[in-house]
C-alpha cells in the first residue's frame, strides 16, 4: 500500500488539474459566449443640427465650443438690420395701402350718395377697387407678419439643454437659410448603445437591469434595458439587375455572430462621471429579480 500512495496521490492530482480545468474552461465558454455582456458598447447622444431659418452674415456669435446651454439661449444673430429694413418697408407698405383703401371707400360712398346720377358701370368699377384695395391691405399685413417673424429669427437659440460641440462659426461668416450653423448634444438623450452578439440575444429583455463601465473609469454606472433593434443592414444582400436581390454565393466555415444594438437607459450616473457621446464602455445585462 506504502508503494502505490506517492502514484495515488499523482493520479488524483492530475484527475484534479483536469477537472479543474475543464470547469474552468466550461466558465469561460458560458462566460463568453453565453452571459450577456460585450466591450462593445458606446456613449450616444442626439445631435441637433442647429440651422438659421433666414440667410445673412453673422453678427453675433453668443456662446463658446463645449458651452452647456439651456432651452432659449441665445446661440448667434444673423444680420437684424437688413431685417429691420424689411420690417420698415412692410410697415410703409401697410400705410400705402391704407390710404388706397380709404380713397377706394369714398368714392364708392359718393356713388351711393349721388345715386341714378352716376352710371351702373362707374359704380361696379369703384366697388371692384375696394375689394382689390382690401386684399392689397391684407397682403400687406401678411407681409408685414412675415418680416417680423423673420426678425425674430435672426436670433438663433438652443432648441434644448445641451452642450455646443465643434464649434466653427465666426462673426462675420455667411450662412444659408437650412444649412447647419453648429451641432448640439442634446444632454437629455444621453444613452449607452451595446452591440450583443446575437446569440445573447435570448437572455436579454427590456427592462433588464444593467451595470456599465466606462473604459478609463472604476465607476459603474446603473440603467435599464430601454429598447432592441428591430432590424439590422444584411452585408450579403444587394439590390441586383431588375431590382432582384443580388446575395453573395460563399459561404464561410467561419461564421461570425451579428452584432443587435440594444439601447440602454441610464438610471444612475456616479458624481464625477463625464458622459461623453462616443465613449466606449462594456455592457453587462444582469438578471431580473426572480427571474
Known amino acids: 500500500m506504502t508503494r502505490f500512495g506517492p502514484l495515488l496521490v499523482r493520479w488524483g ?14 466558465w469561460l465558454w458560458h462566460h463568453y459566449e453565453r452571459e450577456p455582456w460585450t ?3 458606446r456613449v450616444r447622444a442626439d445631435v441637433v443640427r442647429v440651422t438659421p431659418d433666414v440667410a445673412g452674415l453673422v453678427t453675433e456669435v453668443a ?3 463645449n458651452q452647456q446651454v439651456k432651452p432659449g439661449d ?39 350718395a349721388l345715386g341714378d346720377l352716376v352710371a ?16 392689397a391691405l391684407q397682403q400687406a399685413i401678411t407681409q408685414r407678419e412675415a418680416a417680423e417673424l423673420n426678425l425674430e429669427r435672426t436670433n438663433v437659440r438652443a432648441p434644448v439643454r445641451g452642450t455646443v460641440t465643434n464649434l466653427n462659426l465666426h462673426k462675420g461668416d455667411y450662412v444659408a437659410s437650412g444649412q447647419q450653423a453648429l451641432a448640439l448634444i442634446d444632454r437629455a438623450s444621453l444613452r449607452v448603445e451595446g452591440y450583443f452578439e446575437e446569440t ?24 435599464r434595458v430601454e429598447s432592441i433593434a428591430a432590424g439590422i443592414s444584411d452585408a450579403d444582400r444587394a439590390t441586383g439587375e431588375g431590382a432582384l436581390p ?33 465613449r466606449t464602455a462594456t455592457v453587462t445585462v444582469l438578471p431580473r429579480a426572480g427571474s
Not at 431685417?83 to 351711393?112: C, G, H, P, W
Open 200 to 223: 445573447k440575444i435570448p437572455k436579454i429583455h427590456v427592462g433588464d437591469p444593467v451595470h456599465v463601465q466606462l473604459m478609463g473609469d472604476d465607476h459603474v454606472l446603473e440603467g
Open 120 to 135: 351702373k358701370e362707374t359704380h361696379e368699377q369703384n366697388l371692384a377697387r375696394v375689394a382689390t384695395a382690401e386684399a
Open 13 to 26: 492530482a492530475t484527475i484534479a488539474l483536469i477537472l479543474a480545468a475543464v470547469a474552468v474552461g466550461l
Open 74 to 112: 441665445l446661440l448667434f444673430v444673423v444680420d437684424r438690420p437688413r431685417y429691420q429694413l424689411a420690417v420698415a418697408q412692410a410697415k410703409a407698405a401697410i400705410a400705402s395701402a391704407r390710404t388706397t383703401l380709404a380713397q377706394a371707400r369714398r368714392e364708392a360712398a359718393r356713388d351711393v
Open 246 to 278: 443580388s446575395v453573395d454565393p460563399t459561404f464561410s466555415w467561419v461564421r461570425l455572430a451579428q452584432r443587435i444594438p440594444v439601447r440602454v437607459r441610464l438610471t444612475r450616473v456616479p458624481a464625477g462621471v463625464r458622459l461623453i457621446s462616443g
Open 63 to 65: 456662446v463658446k465650443d
Open 39 to 41: 466591450r462593445d458598447g
